[in-house]
């Protein structure tokens, strides 16, 4: 039962053709056989905004598919999806309002722009009728966003966590395997392409937390500001601190963690460096990997893994959004798919809460390097117990300059503010020579 | 912006009220707000078919819904989607084709009845219109077929390989982790309601096979019948063969390996117990989880876990369908979701083959009881020198019950011919003791 009626063209505009930008169009020509086929359409690249026009580019496109102003590519009648792959949050927030605005299709990886202004985008969105797909913002090629949005649609989710960034966890990876600091491999990872020129982004857990928050509000239903959360990188970490998760035999990573308590109807996104188990399986992603933990109430604990980033695999989830975009173009009403979504459950929009740092209990690990003189073991407990955090193990040692000692702790279960307020109590105390290394001990049950 | 105006009911057929159809039913009930908030549509089960009216049952359903014939169901003009969850071969074949002639939708679970007729339902599917949904088919809740369907729909899969049948694993997991025999943790294994009272559709690879068949036909296109694969069961292992994988770093595993060489176009199914490295995370997998690696070109190598089997889990990924169910009852005409599908690339239904037991190449572990006699080395030897087996290692050891001496040999590359060849000779060689243990050696890039 071959087909011999001409198939319908799907006309696509690229706003940005950087790396992301050039996997995709690659992609498509390479297999466009193999879409037509099973999509029952042409995917057809009819419009790419670049940055400029007169650059020399690997890829031979047709001169006049190109422009430079991608508000062109969003406006343009005949363009039905626009992918924006320019990321900023700025002028792609502008291209990708006017494209639903006029109820189009929008495919974007920009992980930034949906966390600051993920709200206005949704609005827009229902408002038009237009749809919005971001598989590739979260997780490159792992199908997580799908995951959540429809293959895991029967289930609430207590707790979501995992490792979100790729570059930390390649740094965090190569530090262990290595035995450098930070600094020698946050070198090697540039070198590599791992990181970024500036690596603030990445290493500070901004990119963590902007992904958290777009996994937090397909499970939740609510955009939660980086300012609600608590987020920290891993520029603090050293040897000392791989040698002691080795000797306990943990793991270090960058988690990102969305809790809720359905019962207190909270919700709490943190992004720290965390000591897990070497016995779990989150714990032996390594490399630029990522890895999410999905608890749901019906599924129980399912767990993802793939490269985090890149050109192929972040092409592979925009053209996965591309395909889905079909069905839309296809006459699909399937509000899961529109700026209809709602991943709520009923009359929660106004009682669910993100949690304050007062209520967030966690364990910690804390190393603080401190003078080698007598007494300053008691002036560090002192802190922590002026503060109400109670210690389950010390271990004080010479320091690995020989110039001062560190006391490693670890902690039971203490509130978040607690913690920062004896933070700041160690800044102001004379025998403390840098701020604490804290890292989080993650306990999941799973 | 709530709607005001009542949503459209989709109505429902059960066929089947066992473990599966009771979860179903439940989580249906207990987030009917939930999923009409994110559907638009009322689920609705309108009507079920059981095998005994009269039997007593813990869920009260009002009994006017209830019938014996699942026919009824599934020929009921009223009923849009008929759920598939009695499990068996032969009259869940003539529901789902009674069904699916009526151009309705389907929702199976049901692995045996695909691997075996996926063919001939399929077709029906796309001869009258009709649509099959079979999440729960693979891997309990864990959303591979629709990340293989869907997510990953840019990539060609080289190698798809995992842990698919949960009893299996319970078993490799407590033998090692107790030391017990196969016998005495099978019996734990059915005392938990893990292993069932006829357990060899589980313990002999066939299940996993069958599971095996369909995600090699959404990867490639083509159904494989179980005739066609190499399927090995773990009833043979012991703890010898434990001794050997923890000294050596591996853990032992029954998996499925879906093989596709595109230069050869040549694609293979196997079922067999491999020892894989500690580090793999797949290796880790315990317990009753499932684990699935699937290698894309465009995405690189992905991983998914989860419970795989279970009436929540199971129950997990039959909602999902019905929600994607709802998609093309709201007039989707998602190529991806109908009788339509066709996951091959163009022009290769007819060169793909099966790889012959010749063409596979695999690195074995093989133990050998024999008699402890002089010259039994060389006579073990010599077999499988005879057979084109190359030895890559040997040690022999004393039987640990005393009467005789273990062989333990690993291999170089050698055909599936070759050691089937090999294994046969065993047979006819006196001082060879029982059927020799073999475990594939797993190599995965990754």
């Given at each position: 039962m071959k087909a011999s009626k001409s198939k319908p063209t799907v006309n696509i505009g690229l706003c940005g053709f950087g790396v992301v930008g050039q996997g995709v169009w690659r992609h498509l020509k390479e297999k466009s056989e193999v879409f037509e086929k099973k999509l029952g359409s042409l995917f057809k690249i009819s419009r790419v905004a670049v940055r400029d026009m007169a650059k020399e580019r690997e890829i031979d496109l047709d001169?006049?598919?190109?422009?430079?102003?991608p508000l062109e590519v969003a406006n343009d009648?005949?363009?039905?999806i626009v992918c924006e792959?320019?990321?900023?949050t700025e002028i792609a927030r502008e291209v990708v309002l006017a494209a639903l605005s006029k109820g189009k299709i929008v495919v974007t990886a920009n992980k930034a722009l949906l966390c600051f202004h993920g709200k206005e985008i949704f609005e827009a969105a229902r408002k038009h009728g237009g749809h919005i797909f971001f598989e590739?913002?979260?997780?490159?090629?792992?199908?997580i966003i799908k995951a959540l949005r429809?293959?895991?649609?029967a289930n609430r989710f207590s707790l979501i966590y995992g490792i979100l960034n790729g570059t930390c966890n390649f740094i965090l990876t190569h530090m262990e395997k290595e035995g450098q600091s930070y600094e020698v491999i946050l070198d090697e990872a540039k070198r590599l392409g791992?990181?970024?020129?500036?690596e603030a982004l990445d290493v500070d857990g901004w990119d963590s937390a902007h992904k958290a928050s777009i996994l937090a509000f397909l499970a939740h239903g609510k955009w939660v500001s980086t300012d609600e959360m608590l987020v920290e990188g891993i520029?603090?970490?050293?040897q000392e601190d791989f040698a002691y998760a080795n000797k306990f035999g943990y793991s270090i990573k960058l988690l990102a963690v969305i809790t809720r308590d359905f019962e207190t109807d909270r919700l709490f996104i943190n992004v720290q460096p965390t000591l897990i188990s070497?016995?779990?399986?989150?714990?032996?992603?390594?490399?630029v990997y990522n890895g999410i933990c999905v608890c749901g109430d019906v599924v129980g604990t399912t767990f993802y893994m793939g490269e985090g980033a890149g050109q192929n695999a972040t092409a592979s989830a925009v053209i996965a959004d591309l395909a889905d975009a079909v069905s839309v173009l296809n006459g699909s009403k399937h509000p899961l798919f529109s700026?209809?979504?709602?991943?709520?459950?009923?009359?929660e929009e106004n009682s669910l809460k993100v949690s304050t740092l007062g209520e967030v209990m966690s364990k910690y690990y804390i190393r603080v390097a401190v003078m080698?003189?007598?007494?300053v073991l008691a002036k560090v407990a002192t802190i922590l117990s002026n503060n109400g955090v109670s210690i389950a193990s010390v271990l004080q040692q010479e320091g690995t300059d020989g110039t001062g000692a560190s006391i490693v702790l670890t902690t039971h279960k203490t509130s978040e503010e607690a913690i920062q307020k004896m933070v700041k109590d160690f800044e102001t105390?004379?025998?403390?020579?840098?701020p604490p290394v804290l890292l989080k001990i993650g306990e999941f049950e799973d």
């Open positions: 001169p006049s598919l190109l422009c430079e102003d009648p005949e363009i039905q792959l320019m990321g900023g590739a913002s979260v997780a490159g090629g792992i199908p429809e293959g895991l649609i791992y990181a970024e020129a500036d520029r603090e970490i050293t070497r016995r779990k399986v989150l714990a032996n992603v390594d490399e700026g209809e979504i709602s991943p709520v459950e009923p009359n080698d003189i007598p007494g105390t004379d025998s403390v020579l840098s």
